[in-house]
């Protein structure tokens, strides 16, 4: 059966086009912006946990904690708090001289020197800071004491930074009152 050319039939078909056309404009114009990717950022790289002896000497010598971030292979949330948080982080030199980061993956087979030297599986490691989930956040002053409660998963996206931020101002706050005694 052929179609009729009855003017709802063209005017549905004059509009569709104009949709089509808008449309492809619409996409040729984008093409054209520029594109602000992942690669446009300097690049950083979480440093691992493996001496965390030698770390703390840093943290001791800035008075600053160190920030332990303990993550696992596969784990689509530990990769949103490294990328979106944490190398952030490492990017803002504010942080240079507020914290120490380092990411401990407790599915890994390399060993974790601790605060005292001692030579240490990773999981076992992250039982000492009752490390129920990845990821979590722990952050220790030189000798890997606890500072403050554990920062576990992601609560809440829109107000993660600022807990974080409020966490590692509280831990300073802590380990300098600590020095001036």
Same mark, same amino acid.
């Given at each position: 059966m052929f179609l009729r050319a009855t003017p709802f039939f063209i005017s549905s078909t004059l509009v569709l086009s104009a949709?089509?056309? *808008?449309?492809?404009? !619409?996409? @040729? &114009?984008?093409?054209?912006?520029? $594109?602000? !990717?992942?690669? &446009?950022?300097?690049? $950083?790289?979480?440093?691992?946990?493996?001496?965390l002896a030698t770390d703390?000497?840093? &943290?001791? %010598?800035?008075?600053?904690p160190v920030l332990l971030f303990f993550s696992m292979e596969h784990c689509p949330f530990c990769n949103? $708090?490294?990328?979106?948080?944490?190398?952030p982080m490492l990017r803002n030199s504010d942080y240079d001289g507020k914290v120490v980061i380092r990411k401990i993956k407790i599915d890994d %087979?390399? *060993? $974790?020197?601790? *605060? %005292?030297?001692q030579q240490r599986e990773p999981d076992e490691f992250s039982d000492e800071y009752n490390v129920s989930m990845v990821p979590t956040l722990v952050l220790v002053n030189a000798q890997g004491k606890k500072?403050?409660?554990?920062? @576990?998963?992601? @609560?809440?996206s829109h107000y993660y930074s600022a807990e974080l931020d409020d966490a590692i101002d509280a831990s300073i706050v802590k380990i300098r009152a600590l020095a001036k005694r």
């Amino acid at each position: 059966m052929f179609l009729r050319a009855t003017p709802f039939f063209i005017s549905s078909t004059l509009v569709l086009s104009a949709i089509l056309s *808008f449309s492809w404009m !619409t996409a @040729r &114009a984008v093409d054209r912006l520029p $594109v602000q !990717t992942e690669e &446009a950022l300097p690049h $950083v790289a979480l440093k691992s946990g493996a001496d965390l002896a030698t770390d703390a000497k840093e &943290a001791r %010598n800035k008075q600053v904690p160190v920030l332990l971030f303990f993550s696992m292979e596969h784990c689509p949330f530990c990769n949103e $708090v490294e990328e979106d948080y944490l190398k952030p982080m490492l990017r803002n030199s504010d942080y240079d001289g507020k914290v120490v980061i380092r990411k401990i993956k407790i599915d890994d %087979n390399n *060993f $974790v020197k601790d *605060f %005292n030297g001692q030579q240490r599986e990773p999981d076992e490691f992250s039982d000492e800071y009752n490390v129920s989930m990845v990821p979590t956040l722990v952050l220790v002053n030189a000798q890997g004491k606890k500072l403050g409660p554990a920062i @576990r998963g992601i @609560r809440n996206s829109h107000y993660y930074s600022a807990e974080l931020d409020d966490a590692i101002d509280a831990s300073i706050v802590k380990i300098r009152a600590l020095a001036k005694r």
